[in-house]
Nanobody, 123 residues
Framework: VQLQASGGGLVQAGESLRLSCVAR????????MGWFRQVPGKEREFVGV????????VYADSVKGRFAISRDNTKNKSYLQMNNLTPEDTAVYFC?????????????????WGQGTQVTVSS
């Protein structure tokens, strides 16, 4: 499956952004969709993951209550709604797909990755 993330940009602290990830190729509804972020010099950080059917979502503590992951399997898309952004949320955001073992927060366990989209939050 090929993934493409979009929707990043420059916003001020307290504002919101919605990222999208569109999938092409195999059956999107078979894949759990994870979101990660990365800043230069640091490891890729888990943001959250949504189960293939969309029934369950797990978030990192750092974004819980501010970010929301959803998906529309009819459109082969996953979304990351980010609210009340802070400068600490500045990073390149990636979507990733995994067929088995939903809920994992380990980047190495995801099979497919999008190219990333830059989110910059100014203070």
């Amino acid at each position: 499956v090929q993934l493409q993330a979009s929707g990043g940009g420059l916003v001020q602290a307290g504002e919101s952004l919605r990222l999208s990830c569109v999938a092409r190729g195999r059956t999107f509804s078979s894949y759990h969709m994870g979101w990660f972020r990365q800043v230069p010099g640091k490891e890729r950080e888990f943001v959250g993951v949504i189960e293939a059917s969309g029934d369950s979502v797990v978030y990192a503590d750092s974004v819980k209550g501010r970010f929301a992951i959803s998906r529309d399997n009819t459109k082969n898309k996953s979304y990351l709604q980010m609210n009340n952004l802070t400068p600490e949320d500045t990073a390149v955001y990636f979507c990733a797909a995994r067929r088995t073992g939903w809920g994992t927060n380990r980047a190495v366990e995801y099979e497919y990755w999008g190219q990333g989209t830059q989110v910059t939050v100014s203070s």
